[in-house]
Structures are given as structure tokens and as C-alpha cells.
């Protein structure tokens, strides 16, 4: 709701295919957003919907959980040491 152009917006999802988050995704590529995808390289949509989809080889839920916690990390870290 809150979504402007320019904004980022980051869509986890470890099927690829959860209903909010590619409903998000859409809104926010609609409201001009910034978008980076968390998911399965192995299938789902969410992969295409993002401007930049990082994808995790794996269907193991607990693999995904793991790469998708050292992502998020890495994308904060970016943005702290950009300033």
C-alpha cells in the first residue's frame, strides 16, 4: 500500500509460486518498484516477475531457508557498507 516508484521491494518464496508474494510482486512492478526475487531456481513464477531473481538450485525446503537467510544478509550488508 505504501509501494512507490523507486522503492525496493524483495519477494521471498521457497515454491516460487505463494499467492501473496506474486501478487506483491506485481503490484510493485506496476507502481514502478525496484524488485529482487528470493526463490527456487527448480520452478515457480516468482522468478520471473523480479528484476533480479537470486535463485537457490534446491526444492529442499530447509536449504532454501538457509540460502535465503544468507541472501538477505549479503543484501543488508550492501546497503549498510554502501552508506
Do not use: W
Amino acid at each position: 500500500n505504501f509501494a512507490r516508484a523507486g522503492d525496493l521491494v524483495i519477494g521471498i518464496s521457497g515454491s516460487g509460486n505463494s499467492e501473496n508474494v506474486l501478487r506483491a510482486m506485481r503490484y510493485a512492478n506496476e507502481t514502478g518498484c525496484r524488485t529482487i526475487a528470493l526463490t527456487t531456481a527448480e520452478a515457480g513464477q516468482l522468478k520471473d516477475l523480479a528484476a533480479l531473481p537470486l535463485l537457490v538450485p534446491s526444492s529442499h525446503m530447509g536449504r532454501l531457508e538457509d540460502c535465503f537467510f544468507v541472501l538477505t544478509h549479503v543484501l543488508c550488508y550492501a546497503f549498510i557498507e554502501r552508506g
